[in-house]
């Protein structure tokens, strides 16, 4: 008797084993499929924040037992995926399910800044815009990074971001490693032509052109006599002068001074941007020595000789 009573407890309890176990497969099912009402969006998730608080403080319509169950998923998926969620904002779209919301925390931060950097900017100009996105930055050197627009994650700081950059603009110089052009000038020799490039350029013909002319004269070991070198020295880097540069300032005593020291500046004057190294590295090739800015035609003029760079300047002085 008492083994038919034993018997008859445990086929029930059996029962009730697979009837929990169905009603928790079902009920799961509903719990991480059925879509979640947000609190708010995006939602940030602060570092050493536990899943139950990132939970509570996010989804509206989830009970406490919802959450267990989330809980023990999480934990398992964890062991099975090594997997984690992350810290940091996250865009949430309408009609998620809670399961699509674990995935999306599980992964890095999907809100991004976008960071533009413009070729040709000053180093104020970039701590202006660092500052948007930054409460801890430093001058970035101009010669360390290529100007362009780049993306990171909310959560990124400063030296994560320099670093990325750096890694990008070392990536870059692999590219033309074999390219003759650095027979005969470094890395950082290449930044500070492309920097004058951004200064005097005012496009791409533009630039071939300028380019051509800065290689011939380093060659003659000629004096580059770059106005925008003289802007730099003169103002400090900010280039904001209020007045056209006279003959005196072409005699400042400057290491930057192109007219008064041959060969290159000691470092880039400006950011430089990619197309205008593409431009460097296309190597272009001209008999140019001489250009001046005619203001009536808005472009450079170039010439081959002093006298012919003279007689074009005299016609536009006399006009």
């Not at 928790?24 to 969006?41: A, E, H, M």
């Not at 599980?106 to 970039?126: A, F, R």
């Not at 020295?233 to 904001?240: D, K, R």
């Not at 190294?277 to 203001?295: A, C, G, Q, R, V």
Request: hydrophobic share 40%; charged share 25%.
């Amino acid at each position: 008797m008492e083994e038919q009573t034993l018997h008859y407890y445990l086929k029930v309890f059996s029962f009730f084993i697979i009837f929990l176990s169905i009603f928790l497969v079902t009920y799961s099912l509903y719990v991480f499929n059925k879509d979640i009402v947000l609190k708010k969006n995006p939602i940030n998730i602060n570092k050493g924040e536990k899943l139950e608080e990132v939970l509570k403080n996010n989804i509206f319509n989830l009970s406490n037992f919802d959450i267990f169950l989330t809980k023990i998923y999480f934990k398992l998926h964890n062991i099975i995926n090594k997997t984690y969620f992350h810290y940091g904002d996250f865009n949430i779209r309408e009609n998620v399910s809670l399961l699509n919301f674990i995935n999306i925390i599980s992964k890095p931060s999907n809100v991004l800044y976008k960071i533009t950097i413009v070729e040709g900017w000053s180093q104020k100009q970039l701590d202006a815009e660092l500052s948007k996105f930054f409460s801890e930055y430093y001058s970035i050197p101009y010669e360390a990074i290529i100007a362009d627009t780049y993306f990171i994650q909310k959560s990124s700081n400063f030296n994560s971001f320099l670093e990325k950059l750096k890694i990008i603009k070392k990536n870059y110089f692999k590219r033309y490693v074999n390219n003759t052009l650095l027979d005969d000038f470094n890395e950082n020799d290449l930044m500070i032509i492309g920097s004058l490039l951004e200064k005097e350029g005012l496009g791409t013909s533009d630039k071939r052109k300028i380019s051509s002319v800065i290689f011939n004269r380093l060659n003659r070991n000629m004096k580059l006599q770059i106005d925008a070198t003289v802007l730099f020295a003169i103002t400090n880097g900010n280039y904001n002068l209020g007045r056209n540069l006279l003959i005196s300032d072409l005699k400042i005593n400057h290491p930057f001074n192109t007219y008064l020291n041959k060969g290159l500046p000691p470092e880039p004057i400006s950011y430089v941007g990619k197309k205008t190294l593409d431009i460097l590295f296309e190597d272009n090739k001209s008999d140019f020595l001489f250009y001046f800015f005619n203001y009536s035609l808005n472009r450079h003029i170039f010439s081959k000789t002093f006298n012919e760079h003279k007689k074009k300047l005299n016609e536009y002085r006399k006009k």
